[in-house]
């Protein structure tokens, strides 16, 4: 390993030398990956060589020290050693190497330390400018960084409006408010005619929150470039923010239908589609996608515009069609896996699903073939795919304990569910919705003490919260004779959602428990008449029964067990009283 190393450092600085590269394999591991600069090949020559010879003992210590250490993932390390190499070779290369693992390292001095260096050269690529731009907005220099802006303007053959909107770019995301800010205005002052300058200022100010200055610097764009699309599309971004939705859809309905960039169309037919206009943005995405053959986004819009409107079958028909050309394979396989489950044909479903790359719509992807399989009886299918994915994502770990427990309980594997959400509450003890799930499954196992408990460690977190209140409440008028404690819960629950079919049922019951079977009726009544479900059935059949309304209570359940007929608190009523 040391002997391939010292190869690699030699030939490295023989040859490697002579250019100043954007060869991402600069960075040890895998940090080229998360490195956010934009990507040109225009290398630049630098005339000196360091050759072998020249290598003194400490320089090459520093550099095989900087190579192990990122061998090793230790960024750290690996940064302090380029650095050092950097500031003793004063080699363009190494320096490049060693500003880009420091600022990887988020050590912003020691980054500035090396592209000082770098920048000794003065004939280095647009990749090395954007570089240096990025370390010196984070560092705060707003000298050097307008002095690099100068450079990436000078050497740039795009449209100096779209070159502003570019380096606008980099200062948004690199930059403080205080250090974009003052950079803007350096840049409006240098090119006060340039619709870009203005369009940049605007995207920054409105991601620092300042929406009115925002506002004002779009309106100046879209004054100076008439004809540039861009330009409404984020006047119309800083309305909407503004919460002037009307004014918004009017801009770009207006500027759609004037200049009939795609751009504008497509972005009217997204925030028609937001306020839920959905009939209208179907009809602008069938437009765009009628006469842009070539403008798959179109298509892609319309196929969710189309599920918006449950109209599944042209829906699926663009899917299948986007999925078929590999436009979009990955998300257009999730939108048919939504489809084909919707429509219970999970076989067509699963194969969807399983064809969505690890992305945005992974997880819920898998989470989805999980609940077919469990659906399709293979609970411990379901719960295998569920027990990968809190591995692979152990930070939305608690998503995946949560619905593993439902699953489990709506098989009524009810102990196994409390013995893995109790696993789930050691690891996160203080996750509110762990603890109420497992209150619901120790109550389904009898351990009221443990529901109790987890209940009232919920509520000392949330005082106010309505669902807790509600079953702690209900678990004391169904379990225990604590009906006094459980009223004082249940009349707080109810004082918060007053008309809320749970809580009432809740109430109801309670009344029932103490024998108040006219209270208990005129609450269940209530609650039925807002959720017609099988709990809230079961409950009314059975006050009803007592009170000798038999045909009544019968009628009730048997309507009820139309809709839900695995309802298991119908089906125990009717075990017990028919």
Same mark, same amino acid.
């Given at each position: ?449 443990? $529901?109790?408990?987890? *209940?009232?460690?919920? +509520?000392?977190?949330? /005082?106010? !919260?309505?669902?807790? %209140?509600?079953?702690? @409440? ?11 404690? $459980?009223?004082?819960? *249940?009349?707080?629950? +109810?004082?918060?959602? /007053?008309? !809320?079919?749970?809580? %009432?049922?809740?109430? @109801? ?70």
């Amino acid at each position: 390993m040391y002997l391939r190393l010292l190869l690699v450092v030699v030939v490295m600085l023989s040859f490697g030398c002579a250019h100043v590269s954007n060869d991402k394999a600069v960075l040890p591991n895998d940090m080229a990956k998360s490195q956010q600069l934009d990507e040109q090949k225009n290398d630049v020559t630098v005339d000196e060589k360091i050759e072998p010879s020249q290598l003194d003992s400490a320089l090459l210590y520093s550099l095989l020290g900087g190579e192990i250490a990122g061998q090793r993932g230790k960024v750290e390390m690996a940064s302090a050693f380029y650095v050092d190499a950097a500031e003793r070779s004063r080699d363009p290369q190494i320096a490049l190497r060693a500003a880009q693992i420091a600022l990887y390292n988020k050590d912003i001095v020691a980054a500035k330390s090396a592209i000082d260096i770098l920048l000794e050269d003065g004939r280095l690529s647009a990749q090395a400018y954007r570089l240096a731009l990025t370390i010196y907005l984070r560092s705060g220099d707003v000298p050097k960084s307008l002095a690099q802006i100068d450079y990436l303007l000078e050497e740039t053959s795009i449209p100096k409006r779209n070159a502003l909107l570019s380096v606008g770019d980099i200062v948004r995301r690199n930059a403080s408010k205080a250090v974009a800010v003052e950079v803007m205005e350096h840049l409006i002052v240098d090119y006060p005619e340039e619709s870009g300058v203005y369009l940049a200022h605007s995207q920054i100010m409105a991601h620092v929150g300042e929406l009115e200055s925002a506002l004002n610097s779009a309106r100046k764009a879209v004054e100076i470039g008439p004809l540039w699309a861009t330009g409404y599309v984020q006047l119309a971004l800083v309305l909407e923010n503004k919460g002037d939705s009307e004014q918004a859809l009017a801009t770009l309905k207006e500027s759609s239908e004037r200049l009939q960039a795609k751009q504008l169309v497509m972005g009217y037919g997204q925030l028609l589609a937001k306020h839920e206009h959905y009939l209208e943005a179907k009809e602008q995405f069938l437009n765009l996608a009628t006469s842009e053959k070539d403008y798959p986004e179109a298509r892609f819009a319309l196929g969710l515009v189309y599920l918006k409107l449950n109209d599944a079958k042209n829906s699926k028909e663009v899917f299948e069609n986007l999925h078929k050309e590999g436009r979009f394979p990955s998300k257009a396989a999730f939108y048919l896996g939504r489809i084909n489950y919707h429509q219970k044909e999970y076989k067509e479903a699963l194969k969807w699903f399983s064809e969505v790359d690890r992305g945005v719509n992974y997880v819920e992807s898998q989470a989805n073939m999980a609940m077919i399989k469990s659906e399709t009886n293979d609970l411990q299918g379901a719960r295998s795919i569920l027990q990968t994915l809190r591995l692979d994502s152990p930070k939305s770990a608690t998503r995946f304990y949560l619905l593993e427990a439902e699953l489990l309980m709506n098989g009524q594997h009810n102990k196994e569910a409390y013995l893995l959400l109790t696993k789930a509450v050691e690891e996160s003890p203080a996750d509110l919705a762990l603890r109420y799930t497992r209150s619901i499954a120790a109550t389904e196992v009898d351990d009221i003490a443990m $529901a109790e408990k987890d *209940l009232l460690h919920v +509520l000392q977190a949330t /005082p106010k !919260d309505a669902n807790a %209140l509600n079953a702690l @409440g209900y678990t004391l008028a169904s379990k225990t004779f604590r009906f006094k404690e $459980a009223r004082q819960y *249940l009349t707080e629950a +109810l004082s918060l959602r /007053p008309n !809320d079919s749970a809580i %009432l049922d809740s109430m @109801g019951w309670l009344n029932y428990r103490e024998g108040k079977y006219e209270k208990a009726l005129i609450l269940l009544e209530k609650a039925y008449d807002i959720t017609p479900g099988g709990e809230i059935a079961a409950h009314l059949g059975e006050v009803l029964w007592v009170l000798g309304r038999q045909k009544e209570a019968k009628v009730v359940w048997e309507q009820a067990l139309k809709r839900d007929a695995d309802n298991r608190y119908l089906i125990e009523v009717l075990l017990r009283l028919k």
